[in-house]
T-cell receptor
Framework: AQSVTQPDIHITVSEGASLELRCNYSYGATPYLFWYVQSPGQGLQLLLKYFSGDTLVQGIKGFEAEFKRSQSSFNLRKPSVHWSDAAEYFCAVGAAFNYGGSQGNLIFGKGTKLSVKP | NAGVTQTPKFQVLKTGQSMTLQCAQDMNHNSMYWYRQDPGMGLRLIYYSASEGTTDKGEVPNGYNVSRLNKREFSLRLESAAPSQTSVYFC?????????????FGQGTRLTVV
């Protein structure tokens, strides 16, 4: 079955340090992959997405992610974290799936909460 | 451009009460969704509407009903609220129900059932 795993529930990094958030997916074909960010009290905002082509994709706010087919991973990175990056990050896979016969199209991981130390 | 607008932002209900969460999008999207977000569970799909006039169950539909009122509006109804329905509810929309389509989210409704 299709699934998305974010192994880290909570990560704390110092401001200015680099960041990598992990995401692994399970899907039989080449997936469409997304990273969303949710700031406190806000909805989800798309950071970046991968459909095909270059496996390193650039997003907003200085984030990038790399698709590695051999590892079934789509990890999110940022070279230097800012205090405003404190938020919850969700990885998602776009894939056809069924709920008892109905079709959906987006499966989310459980999220990684990022805290930033001054 | 408002995007996806949800009302209300906060709500407290007593067990057994009913209420409707409203959602409207102004992006002329065909597909709309309702998710619930619970700590440690991520987002789970409750119901969705592929296009105006159609609705389908998602992963966790029990205790909810939906109405796709027109292309812009998609409401979620709790007929008899239960404490287990305490959650943050997100409405989303996308151009169409197609693998790889980006979803746009509202700011959420925080619902507490006491």
């Amino acid at each position: 079955a299709q699934s998305v795993t974010q192994p880290d529930i909570h990560i704390t990094v110092s401001e200015g340090a680099s960041l990598e958030l992990r995401c692994n997916y399970s899907y039989g074909a080449t997936p469409y992959l997304f990273w969303y960010v949710q700031s406190p009290g806000q909805g989800l905002q798309l950071l970046l997405k991968y459909f095909s082509g270059d496996t390193l994709v650039q997003g907003i706010k200085g984030f990038e992610a790399e698709f590695k087919r051999s590892q079934s991973s789509f990890n999110l990175r940022k070279p230097s974290v800012h205090w405003s990056d404190a938020a919850e990050y969700f990885c998602a896979v776009g894939a056809a799936f069924n709920y008892g016969g109905s079709q959906g199209n987006l499966i989310f991981g459980k999220g990684t909460k990022l805290s930033v130390k001054p | 451009n408002a995007g996806v607008t949800q009302t209300p932002k906060f709500q407290v209900l007593k067990t057994g009460q009913s209420m409707t969460l409203q959602c409207a999008q102004d992006m002329n999207h065909n597909s709309m969704y309702w998710y619930r977000q619970d700590p440690g569970m991520g987002l789970r799909l409750i119901y969705y509407s592929a296009s105006e006039g159609t609705t389908d169950k998602g992963e966790v539909p029990n205790g909810y009903n939906v109405s796709r009122l027109n292309k812009r509006e998609f409401s979620l109804r709790l007929e008899s609220a239960a404490p287990s329905q305490t959650s943050v509810y997100f409405c989303a929309s996308s151009e169409e129900l197609r693998v790889g389509t980006e979803a746009f989210f509202g700011q959420g409704t925080r619902l507490t059932v006491v």
